[in-house]
């Protein structure tokens, strides 16, 4: 389960506060497909990197299978988010020096895994997104779809509790935007994983279980 | 951990080509010219061949004769009469030798003229140099003192006329006089700068004559001490015969200034200009040249350490992407230091490659003969070291300031 107590964040600078989430309250339990929606800059990126524990809050607490992350230093958090979460970005993140296979191995080098345990869960998550003959290509060689799948295959590689998306379909025409819904959609059936996804697109978020909504910076709608 | 990053290492290497072409390009080429610049420093520094005494010699190359009030100056090597009336009588020395400069002369072989290196020695010259010996003995003192015409030969020279059978008895015919061959040495190496010559006579044997009222001129001597403690004790007694010498003209007023060196102090006499001077300290020049060997080494240091922060910063997202999905600071400094030691990994071998392939190319050619260059493991282990703590801190410092990043900037690839 992620919950957010009274979260709230301000980014300060020598000239200006901004203020970019306000009292936030929302509980997500585990096995939920949710979608946060909003207009451009309310602050759907930065409530997300909250609960991946990439950004810290100002105010309130977030809490994560129960665990408070507030007091968290950053190796325990790391470690915390190479067991427990793994993202899927809107501009993918792929690393573009490396082959489809070592990207998609990134989360489990952090782990104490053998070399071949990593490639068994490599292959694994690639066949799962359907990209095993693309193992030995470079991200520049795939279409944006296939890009957004190895991302996708990347973030469940750990098998983590919760997938947080951000705009994973954003830059995506149709047709592949609604190959990477429906293996979210496969992922949160099967594997009963929690996933977080901010999407502009109604379609999308209305194949979702529930839409939590953000208007500068505030939670209008739960 | 490691072997993965030194994996992802080397697969990162081989995709950015040009950064990494430019890296290992600055890199080695350092690396071979520091190698190739002290393999020829240290050889005349530490000549080997029949100089491997080297170490406990000082040498006596030149000298200044004034005349009173500094009105006349005679600078060059010094002459015979100085050397046997004053310096060959010094106590503290071991052994002395004196022996004449290197002198180029013809030799006809009906037609055909070979010009061979010939030197004029006393019969301590082959107690103080350790010569090889193929054939044959070394003219001893009798020689000398009864001028005898006998030779000592090198190998080259003794192939060039005699073939492959002995040439022992046989005669060699230089600048009018008859030879008689009495030993055959191994050929020596250009740059062992007391011993090389192609033929060696006895000095009495000279045609002429006034040689042995010189003061200046023609002539060198080597000191073999009994240990190198006894320096100071031979620079303090040359430095005491200065002071009293036995000129041909005792109303001369006539002064002789210098010193007896080691090889480095002769660099360092020659760098500074310092030919009246006693003594001349190496330190200056040891500092000098290490600075510049610094400087030397500094230079793509630092284009690589900006070259690394350059390319580090193309990869904040990386950074991002990886501190995302667990990596902490550790892994990060410890991947990119990795790669940076991998960069110099490879370097130094292409370095040390190069270095020893200009070298063998050196010894191959004609350019110093009978020499043979070798890479000194010493200078390479020290510039590859410090190539590798400037690219360890070239790569350290900037993975470390982008670990610390925090992750969101880091996944907008270090925009905020």
């Known amino acids: ?222 | 951990m490691i072997l993965n990053a030194i994996k992802i290492a080397l697969k990162v290497l081989a995709r950015r080509k040009f950064f990494t072409f430019i890296s290992l390009f600055g890199t080695s080429f350092t690396l071979i010219v520091l190698v190739v610049v002290a393999a020829l420093l240290d050889i005349f520094i530490r000549p080997g061949g029949p100089e491997r005494n080297m170490p406990r010699m000082l040498g006596l190359y030149q000298c200044v004769m004034k005349s009173e009030g500094g009105n006349s100056t005679w600078s060059g090597s010094p002459g015979y009469r100085f050397l046997s009336r004053h310096v060959k009588t010094m106590q503290s020395p071991e052994k002395i030798t004196i022996f004449s400069s290197h002198n180029t002369v013809s030799i006809y072989e009906g037609t055909d003229k070979y010009n061979i290196g010939l030197r004029h020695t006393d019969a301590t010259y082959w107690e103080v140099l350790d010569f090889r010996f193929i054939e044959g003995v070394p003219f001893d003192a009798h020689h000398e003192q009864q001028a005898s015409q006998v030779a000592v030969i090198n190998q080259q020279t003794k192939e060039r006329f005699f073939g492959s059978g002995s040439a022992l008895g046989e005669t060699i015919e230089i600048d009018g006089q008859t030879f008689e061959v009495i030993g055959v040495v191994e050929n020596v190496p250009a740059t062992n700068r007391s011993a090389y010559a192609d033929v060696w006579v006895p000095i009495p044997t000279k045609k002429n004559r006034d040689y042995l009222d010189a003061m200046m001129g023609g002539f060198n001597a080597l000191l073999l001490a009994r240990s190198r403690s006894d320096f100071p004790a031979i620079k303090r007694e040359y430095a005491a015969v200065l002071q009293q010498i036995d000129w041909p003209d005792p109303h001369g007023d006539f002064e002789m200034l210098g010193g007896v060196d080691t090889p480095l102090e002769v660099m360092a006499r020659k760098f500074f200009n310092e030919t009246e001077e006693g003594e001349v300290s190496t330190g200056v020049l040891t500092a000098v040249m290490s600075l510049a060997a610094l400087i030397f080494m500094l230079l793509p240091s630092m284009n690589l350490t900006n070259i690394n922060l350059s390319r580090i910063m193309e990869r904040a997202s990386e950074i991002g992407i990886r501190k995302s999905f667990g990596a902490n600071s550790r892994h990060l400094v410890l991947q990119f230091v990795i790669e940076n030691l991998v960069l110099t990994a490879i370097a130094g071998l292409i370095g040390f490659l190069g270095a020893y392939v200009i070298l063998w190319s050196i010894t191959q050619s004609d350019l110093f003969a009978y020499a043979t260059f070798s890479p000194n493991f010493r200078v390479f282990a020290a510039g590859l070291l410090l190539i590798l703590v400037f690219g360890t801190m070239s790569g350290v410092y900037p993975a470390w300031k982008m670990a610390r990043m925090h992750p969101v900037y880091a996944l907008k690839g270090g925009q905020s």
């Open chain 1, 1 to 222: 389960m992620i919950q957010l107590e009274q979260v709230g964040k301000v980014y300060r600078t020598e000239k200006i506060e901004t203020l970019a989430l306000a009292d936030v309250n929302i509980s997500i339990p585990q096995g939920a497909f949710v979608s946060i929606m909003g207009p451009s800059g309310c602050g759907k990126s930065t409530l997300l990197n909250m609960m991946g524990l990439l950004d810290q809050p100002s105010d309130g607490e977030v809490r994560i299978s129960g665990q408070n992350m507030s007091h968290m230093g950053d190796g325990d958090l790391a470690r915390f988010r190479n067991q427990h979460i793994g993202f899927v970005f809107q501009s993918f993140h792929l690393i573009p020096d490396l082959k489809v296979i070592d990207n998609v191995e990134i989360p489990l080098l952090y782990r104490s895994l053998t070399h071949k345990e990593r490639t068994r869960l490599a292959h694994a998550a690639l066949d799962r997104v359907g990209l095993s003959s693309r193992v030995d290509h470079f991200p520049s060689q795939l279409s944006g779809g296939q890009q957004q799948r190895v991302a996708i295959a990347r973030a469940i590689v750990g098998e983590p509790s919760y997938i947080l998306a951000d705009e994973p379909t954003g830059n995506l025409d149709s047709q592949m935007g609604d190959q990477v819904m429906g293996i979210l959609e496969g992922l949160n059936e099967e594997r009963q994983a929690t996933i977080v996804m901010v999407t502009h697109d109604e379609e999308m978020a209305k194949r979702s279980h529930r839409i939590i909504r953000l208007f500068d910076g505030r939670q209008v709608d739960a």
